[in-house]
């Protein structure tokens, strides 16, 4: 059962537009949400997240938005940069009971950027 | 300042042989998660450890154990290695600080490609 999806596996946009990846999570309990970057051979590179408590987090080109009675966030990227092209993956996390927070990955969306 | 690191960063083993991943987090970090990327999947949690303790486990197999460290770097050892434990495994850190005194980032190292003949 995936909690956490990411239903467009890849997307590919012009240089200097806005990337809009999306992210749906089915469990009401998770309160943080992360956006992750990967590329290939290397391990996920943080990027931005947000908590549950706000509906939005801007960080440079980077904005992410949470709609929590949808279930539901995404990533913007403006303007969009051919070295943005990479995996993104999102992840809700919520406190286990031993007090640490436990990360549910969605499946990736590859974005491209072209030049 | 210095990342995870992981090592090695490619291991090739065979079928019923034993492996072990090192995880050096990211100084003054005192978590550590283990995570498993199969093919064309999502990183899957295994592990966690928090100040040399078990604090979380996910669906890490009996045949794996795990653990971490009076300086906190982290090793996981695999045994009996089957051709599905072929993956990239990743480490990641985090820890407790006063400005996210509610909340931990995860940091991941660049994974450790454990490929099983």
């Known amino acids: 059962d995936q909690q956490v999806k990411q239903n467009s596996p890849s997307l590919s946009v012009q240089e200097g537009r806005i990337s809009i990846l999306n992210c749906d999570y089915t469990n009401s309990m998770f309160d943080y949400f992360l956006w992750y970057k990967k590329y290939p051979a290397e391990g996920p590179t943080f990027l931005i997240s947000i908590s549950s408590i706000k509906d939005k987090n801007e960080d440079g080109r980077f904005t992410v938005f949470l709609n929590k009675s949808a279930k539901h966030l995404s990533l913007h990227i403006v303007p969009s940069q051919p070295g943005d092209s990479a995996v993104y993956f999102c992840a809700a996390s919520r406190l286990s009971t031993s007090g640490t927070y436990k990360y549910i990955f969605g499946t990736g969306t590859r974005l491209k950027v072209l030049a | 300042a210095a990342g995870v690191i992981q090592s090695p960063r490619h291991l090739i083993k065979e079928k019923r042989e034993t492996a072990t991943l090192k995880c050096y987090p990211i100084?003054?970090?005192?978590?550590v998660y283990w995570y498993q990327q199969g093919p064309g999947q999502d990183p899957q949690f295994l592990i966690s450890f928090y100040e040399k303790m078990q604090s979380d486990k996910g669906s890490i197999p009996d045949r794996f154990s795990a653990q971490q460290f009076s300086d906190y770097h982290s090793e996981l050892n695999m045994s009996s290695l089957e051709l599905g434990d072929s993956a990239l495994y990743f480490c990641?850190?985090?820890?407790?600080?006063?400005?996210?005194?509610?909340?931990?980032?995860?940091?991941f190292g660049p994974g450790t490609r454990l490929t099983v003949l």
């Open positions: 100084s003054r970090h005192d978590t």
């Open positions: 990641a850190s985090s820890s407790w600080t006063v400005k996210d005194i509610w909340r931990d980032t995860q940091y």
